[in-house]
């Protein structure tokens, strides 16, 4: 069964420092997302996206976030420059065209700032 | 606004005991509504989602779910636990923007007694 495939699992990165999160989605979905979760707190949704442009955002993602669709494989998250709070493990996200149909979730990226 | 409660943290039953988790929803019309699980270092599975039809829904690992509309809930049942149903549990509910993005409970951990 096709997969939603992140890399990598894990990151540790530098206060300060740019990160970038990858994701390969599901081959023919069309819609991507990127969630977080804090340790020990709920998983959180942070943008959707669809035909190469964000469709919705919360307000967690701030200027220091973006995506990107660089290929037509990959989607990638970057954070420009990284907080402590921003620890956390990403997930993404991604579901075929179609009304009601099922998000599926990569294992995540556990990301650590130092 | 849409939430989603979970009002069990923690949860321990005795392997093949029977089981059931708690969920209540706010949403405005039918909502969509799914339950993941997480075991640990892992990424979300579906288990099972409602959307419209059966009250009662069948998912994967003997599961099941019942919506119920009068009490706002989503309850997720199994007969007979296994050690390998420990995991964290997440009941969600998706939004009806394009986006459909998927707005998550706090989890119940489930442990399980030998």
């Known amino acids: 069964e096709p997969e939603v495939t992140q890399t990598p699992s894990h990151q540790v990165t530098q206060m300060g420092q740019e990160v970038i999160l990858r994701c390969v989605p599901i081959s023919n979905h069309l819609y991507f997302y990127w969630y977080r979760q804090i340790l020990g707190q709920k998983v959180e949704f942070l943008v959707s996206f669809y035909n190469n442009e964000i469709s919705e955002k919360s307000e967690i993602f701030d200027d220091q976030f973006s995506v990107e669709r660089p290929d037509g494989s990959n989607f990638t998250l970057k954070i420009r420059s990284t907080k402590l709070e921003d620890s956390a493990m990403y997930f993404c996200a991604s579901r075929p065209d179609g009304d009601h149909q099922p998000q599926h979730f990569g294992d995540g990226t556990r990301l650590s700032i130092l | 606004a849409q939430s989603v409660t979970q009002p069990d943290i923690h949860i321990t039953v005795s392997e093949g005991a029977s089981l059931e988790l708690r969920c209540n929803y706010s949403y405005g019309a039918t909502p969509y509504l799914f339950w993941y699980v997480q075991s640990p270092g892992q990424g979300l599975q579906l288990l099972l989602k409602?959307?419209?039809?059966?009250?009662l829904v069948q998912g994967i690992k003997g599961f099941e779910a019942e919506f119920k509309r009068s009490q706002s809930s989503f309850n997720l049942r199994k007969p007979s636990v296994h050690w390998s149903d420990a995991a964290e549990y997440f009941c969600a509910v998706a939004t009806y923007s394009s986006a459909s993005k998927i707005i998550f409970g706090s989890g119940t951990r489930l442990s399980i007694r030998p």
């Open positions: 409602y959307f419209s039809g059966d009250t």
